[in-house]
């Protein structure tokens, strides 16, 4: 059961308190795994993947017949300084698009037999330009997380995130650079295609971010002057598949940053997620490292919208089918070595 999100601090300490993995399921699926019908190790990653599905589970031989994907859009009043590629306009523009199923996300959401759904934050209301204040106030911010903490289908068995939010790529960098170190030019990429000029100005704005709020520790705080609506309904969403015990596959760059203000304020929080891909965006990978993160794929993706996560479902699905599907050496009469 999800408990209402009444402040912040209700939402911290969910985080802080939620559930582990079933030891009993995780103990039952590896011994299972032990007893099936190829050599020890074959199906390689493909072996952890689906103990580590049961555990969270709480089902040693589990199936996935109920994957949601959501999309979140949100917009960014950081745009003004001229982060992206493309105008603003076209985040309510994709909108209608999935909403009429024409964009990507819709096909490999049906390819990969998942109800996808997209919700819309405020986008006649941009967040404040977070290089002249905190993007969101606390009351946004937790509007935001309330969005995505009530989107997540309590039966669905796997949960897919992603984002449309045209200059997204600005906040995910600052929250990366706040988060993890380093300097603005290590985590600010071309995002939807910006050229050199327009990165070396998209390096100057994240670094002017982190520099007026990259301070504080607190990952919700983070989040709160970094950040933006979608990837705060994101975290909220992946908080409630933890509280729920519904595994979760990361998407790319925008969400494994709004992840990661997550693992801040509980670390291991996202015990219960993977990384779907490695996206395109160059700070990905690092991004991915700090979180000890390993990508299922890795095919130069640099969509968002849930895209690699998507793609990643089939993946999950097709080691979950292996495990709980495949016959032991004594049912199918096969000799062991
Ligand atoms: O998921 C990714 O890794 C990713 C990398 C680059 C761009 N995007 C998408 O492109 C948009 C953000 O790019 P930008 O250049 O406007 O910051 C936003 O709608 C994202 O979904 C997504
Ligand atoms: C067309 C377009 C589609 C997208 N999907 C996610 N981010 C996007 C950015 C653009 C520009």
Same mark, same amino acid.
């Given at each position: 059961?999800?408990?209402?999100?009444?402040?912040?601090?209700?939402?911290?300490?969910? +985080?802080?308190?939620?559930?582990?993995?079933?030891?009993?399921?995780?103990?039952?699926?590896? $011994? #299972?795994?032990?007893?099936?019908?190829?050599?020890?190790?074959?199906?390689?990653?493909?072996?952890?993947?689906?103990?580590?599905?049961?555990?969270?589970?709480?089902?040693?031989?589990?199936?996935?017949?109920?994957?949601?994907?959501?999309?979140?859009?949100g917009n960014h009043g950081v745009t003004a300084q001229g982060v992206s590629a493309f105008?603003?306009?076209?985040? &309510?523009?994709?909108?209608?698009?999935?909403?009429?199923?024409?964009?990507?996300?819709?096909?490999?959401?049906?390819?990969?037999?998942?109800? %996808?759904?997209?919700?819309?934050?405020?986008?006649? #209301?941009? @967040?404040?330009?977070?290089?002249?204040?905190?993007?969101?106030?606390? &009351?946004?911010?937790? $509007?935001?997380?309330? @969005?995505?903490?009530?989107?997540?289908?309590?039966?669905?068995?796997?949960?897919?995130?992603? =984002? %449309?939010?045209?200059?997204?790529?600005?906040?995910?960098?600052?929250?990366?650079?706040? +988060?993890?170190?380093? =300097?603005?030019?290590?985590?600010?990429?071309?995002?939807?295609?910006?050229?050199?000029?327009?990165?070396?100005?998209?390096?100057?704005?994240?670094?002017?971010?982190?520099?007026?709020?990259?301070?504080?520790?607190?990952?919700?705080?983070? +989040?709160?002057?970094?950040?933006?609506?979608?990837?705060?309904?994101?975290?909220?969403?992946?908080?409630?598949?933890?509280?729920?015990?519904?595994?979760?596959?990361? $998407?790319?760059?925008?969400?494994?940053?709004?992840?990661?203000?997550?693992?801040?304020?509980?670390?291991?929080?996202?015990?219960?997620?993977?990384?779907?891909?490695?996206?395109?965006?160059?700070?990905? &990978?690092?991004?991915?490292?700090?979180?000890?993160? =390993?990508?299922?794929?890795? +095919?130069?993706l640099r969509l968002g919208e849930g895209s690699g996560?998507?793609?990643?479902?089939?993946?999950?699905?097709?080691?979950?089918?292996?495990?709980?599907?495949?016959?032991?050496?004594? =049912?199918?009469?096969?000799?062991?070595?």
């Amino acid at each position: 059961m999800l408990p209402e999100l009444d402040d912040l601090n209700t939402f911290r300490d969910a +985080l802080r308190t939620a559930p582990g993995p079933d030891g009993d399921a995780l103990q039952g699926a590896a $011994d #299972r795994n032990g007893q099936l019908t190829k050599p020890p190790g074959a199906l390689g990653r493909l072996e952890e993947l689906a103990i580590w599905y049961a555990g969270w589970r709480g089902d040693a031989q589990p199936r996935i017949e109920a994957p949601q994907v959501i999309v979140f859009a949100g917009n960014h009043g950081v745009t003004a300084q001229g982060v992206s590629a493309f105008p603003p306009e076209v985040t &309510a523009q994709m909108v209608l698009n999935f909403e009429h199923g024409g964009a990507a996300i819709n096909q490999l959401a049906k390819a990969a037999g998942a109800r %996808m759904t997209v919700q819309a934050l405020d986008l006649d #209301r941009p @967040t404040a330009d977070f290089t002249q204040g905190p993007a969101m106030t606390e &009351a946004e911010l937790l $509007d935001a997380l309330r @969005t995505g903490w009530r989107a997540v289908d309590p039966d669905a068995d796997l949960l897919v995130v992603g =984002e %449309m939010g045209i200059g997204n790529t600005t906040p995910a960098a600052a929250i990366a650079c706040a +988060l993890f170190g380093g =300097e603005a030019a290590d985590w600010t990429g071309r995002g939807t295609g910006v050229d050199d000029a327009g990165l070396a100005n998209k390096t100057r704005v994240v670094a002017e971010g982190v520099a007026l709020h990259g301070g504080s520790g607190d990952g919700l705080e983070i +989040l709160r002057c970094l950040g933006g609506r979608e990837l705060a309904a994101m975290a909220g969403a992946i908080a409630a598949a933890r509280v729920l015990r519904i595994p979760v596959i990361l $998407d790319g760059f925008i969400c494994t940053a709004a992840a990661a203000c997550l693992d801040r304020v509980a670390p291991g929080a996202l015990d219960h997620a993977v990384a779907g891909h490695q996206s395109a965006e160059g700070a990905h &990978a690092a991004m991915l490292g700090k979180l000890d993160k =390993e990508p299922l794929l890795n +095919l130069g993706l640099r969509l968002g919208e849930g895209s690699g996560g998507a793609l990643a479902i089939n993946i999950l699905k097709s080691a979950v089918a292996c495990h709980s599907g495949m016959a032991t050496f004594t =049912e199918a009469g096969v000799s062991e070595g």
